[in-house]
């Protein structure tokens, strides 16, 4: 009795097995489950430096300055950023994401969160020139990027700056 329930159970199982791996299965071509694990990955170029308007290689982006412990736009940034806007609209496949930056001095705590006021009052000024908010992301490095490290007034300028990095959609 014993034999015969598993001598059933066993064909059972046979068929089971050969009914479920007989049905073709859309997307599970070359055998991977899913389908081919590279085919969603879409390779492009991005042509843009990764340091993003900071290189100072990508006509139409530029970085913007703040004053010290602010994070108030000025009237010169605000001409920058309609130039950024206008590149942002025209470059409908990325997305951008804005880098606050800060000087050294201060907290970290501190420079993070003045770093993150500063991107949010760059984006928001850039909804207000018609770029979709959907097309920007923030980021505070606070004083972790710096580009000059001397100790000079002229130095910590170069370093309180929102910067612009295309990404791909």
């Known amino acids: 009795m014993i034999?015969?329930?598993f001598f059933a159970l066993c064909v059972l199982a046979m068929v089971f097995n050969i009914s479920c791996g007989s049905k073709d299965k859309k997307g599970d071509e070359g055998g991977v489950p899913g389908g081919d694990p590279d085919a969603s990955i879409e390779t492009r170029s991005m042509n843009f430096d990764p340091e993003g308007s900071d290189s100072g290689k990508i006509d139409g982006l530029t970085?913007?300055?703040f004053e010290y412990d602010k994070a108030t736009i000025t009237s010169?940034?605000?001409d920058l950023l309609k130039k950024n806007a206008g590149w942002i609209n025209n470059?409908?496949?990325v997305v951008v994401?804005?880098?606050g930056h800060c000087d050294t001095r201060g907290s970290v705590e501190?420079?993070?969160a003045l770093g993150e006021r500063r991107a949010k009052s760059v984006k928001n000024y850039m909804v207000t020139l018609g770029v979709d908010p959907k097309?920007?992301?923030i980021i505070s490095y606070g004083e972790e990027k710096t580009l000059d490290d001397g100790?000079?007034?002229s130095a910590h300028a170069k370093n309180r700056r929102a910067n612009f990095v295309p990404l791909p959609k």
Do not use: P, S
């Open 3 to 5: 034999r015969k329930g």
């Open 63 to 65: 970085t913007v300055n």
């Open 76 to 78: 010169k940034a605000k």
């Open 91 to 93: 470059n409908k496949d």
């Open 97 to 99: 994401q804005i880098e």
């Open 110 to 112: 501190y420079n993070l």
């Open 135 to 137: 097309r920007m992301t």
């Open 151 to 153: 100790n000079t007034d």
